[in-house]
């Protein structure tokens, strides 16, 4: 089955999957989430955790893993829900996995509770589809105006993503770049890490455009050309 045409900004699929979700910090989510791709016997999971995290990384990932599989699934960006209404959660019961990022951004307004308090219980109902939402609080921090969607937040598991050390953030961009083909030193990556802001969204943003301009002047990933290239 296709993934659901939706008249709102869904992410597109990109290179964030489960394949290069960097899991030694969350082995333990990571298990539990993929014992339900194919048995679904938890449908609810809530995660939570500071921005650059992993959270997007995750969800995003577990959205390519089932359209890869051709199973209906989507993702999300809750974020950006001043572009469309809480309409777009009308009959996701019928995805098998939906994915709905930075929750957050949407607690305490009214029609988005309710809308997720309605889309909560139809999947409890269905139970066929796999709910991950993520917020960088916990659920009972969150400050939710309905008292039955705070309930339904913790119907299933919980866990609080743990973030990259430096050393796991180096590890993480060198692997990226392998995945693309180029070779990026370690003095290179190090660089990066040290000028760059250290959320991975911006890190692999910078070595996207670095595989491309090295690709251009046929050049080797140097700090001098990374300065030149990123006017660091």
Known sequence: MREAQLPLPIHQLDDETLDNFYADNNLLLLNSLRSNFHHLHQPFFYLWG???SGKTHLLKGISAY??????AAIYVPLDKFSAFSPAVL???EQQEAVCLDNLHAVIG???????????INRIK??????LVMSAEQSPITLPIRLPDL?????????YQLQPLTEEQKLVVLQQNAVQRGIVLPIETATFLLKRLDRDMATLFGALSQLDKAS???KRDLTIPFVKEILDL
Do not use: C, H, P, Y
Not at 109 to 119: C, G, Q, S
Not at 125 to 130: S, Y
Not at 150 to 158: I, K, Y
């Open 50 to 52: 500071m921005a650059g």
């Open 150 to 158: 705070a309930s339904r937040l913790t119907w299933g598991e919980t």
């Open 90 to 92: 009308d009959n996701l």
């Open 66 to 71: 089932f359209v890869a599989q051709e199973r």
């Open 109 to 119: 307004k009214e029609e988005w509770e309710i809308a997720l308090f309605d889309l």
């Open 125 to 130: 109902e269905t139970n066929n589809t796999l």
């Open 215 to 217: 690709l251009q002047a």
